[in-house]
């Protein structure tokens, strides 16, 4: 009689499902762990790991006078939704940096904050220490909700012009050979950017702060030719560490964080800011950029 053969299978060995179940819980327990780290380092590390940012940014026809020279620019910090501390410790690192010329675009309050006009002169006041120029534009949300309260953007430009900072709203100023203009916010419906541009030195450099980048698309810059200055994407805050962020409050997707050549004309630069509006940031720091401006003659491109 032929008896049959006992499997040999570990399915079938005493205790092997047991053996799977801890497997699989210590699998578990493993991913689970490393969300709650990873949730742990998006809302309570990296929102405060401010980086200085430095670059150095070629400009076509730039001046004799700012070849080499250094812009620090920062954007969005969002006060009253940002923590105070770490907002008081960035003005201070930008404030030692000592600039030759000081561009803020942007968002300096939080749409939904209860801080006062008077707790955002305060956050700033350690800017009158700065040696260069200050100039800076408007972000929708000093608009405040809906992007519409213009007395409170009015406010915010009082505030900013007690510190030394002089925003510019449509208008343009000269400094040291160099034409920097300002644009009014774009979402709060202030834009006024034609007449501007019409007026513009078209043979030589420009800064232009404008905080919503995708203002760079539409048909308004006329004469204008040099580098626009923006914020308000925050770099997408939370970014996979391959591929694009999933959240982006711009139409053209592809305007993130960095410098993006436009044309033969025109380049533009995007702070990922200092604040937040939620405290959450993953593969994407907080950054004060500080460039070194470096000229390039006409008929080169800058790629």
């Not at 100023?173 to 007026?199: E, H, I, K, S």
Request: proline content about 6%.
């Amino acid at each position: 009689m032929t008896h049959p053969v006992a499997s040999s299978s570990p399915d079938s060995q005493p205790g092997s499902g047991l053996i799977r179940r801890r497997a699989w819980l210590r699998g578990a327990g493993a991913i689970a762990g490393a969300g709650v780290g990873a949730f742990g380092w998006a809302t309570c590390v990296e929102p405060f790991w401010l980086r200085i940012a430095p670059t150095t940014l070629p400009i076509l026809n730039l001046p004799d006078a700012w070849d080499g020279k250094r812009v620090v620019h920062a954007s969005d910090l969002h006060l009253g939704s940002t923590n105070r501390r770490y907002l008081d410790h960035a003005i201070g690192s930008l404030a030692k940096l000592e600039p030759d010329l000081l561009i803020l675009t942007g968002d300096m309050l939080d749409h939904q904050s209860p801080e006062s006009i008077d707790e955002l002169k305060k956050l700033l006041s350690p800017l009158r220490a700065v040696g260069g120029r200050m100039l800076a534009c408007l972000g929708n949300h000093d608009y405040g909700m809906g992007w519409r309260d213009g007395a409170l953007a009015d406010r915010v430009c009082e505030a900013m012009g007690e510190c030394g900072i002089d925003v510019l709203r449509n208008e343009t100023r000269r400094v040291n050979g160099l034409q920097v203009t300002g644009l009014d916010d774009y979402w709060a419906g202030r834009l006024r950017p034609l007449g501007v541009f019409d007026a513009v030195n078209g043979d030589e450099a420009g800064f232009c702060l404008c905080h919503n980048p995708d203002v760079c698309d539409l048909r308004v810059w006329g004469r204008f030719r040099g580098v626009i200055f923006s914020g308000h994407t925050h770099g997408g805050q939370c970014k996979p560490p391959f591929g694009a962020p999933p959240r982006l409050p711009v139409h053209n997707r592809r305007y993130v964080a960095g410098r993006y050549p436009l044309d033969d004309r025109r380049q533009l630069f995007i702070s990922r800011g200092v604040g937040y509006t939620r405290q959450a940031r993953f593969n994407c720091r907080p950054e004060i950029n500080v460039l070194t401006l470096s000229r390039v003659d006409a008929g080169r491109v800058v790629g």
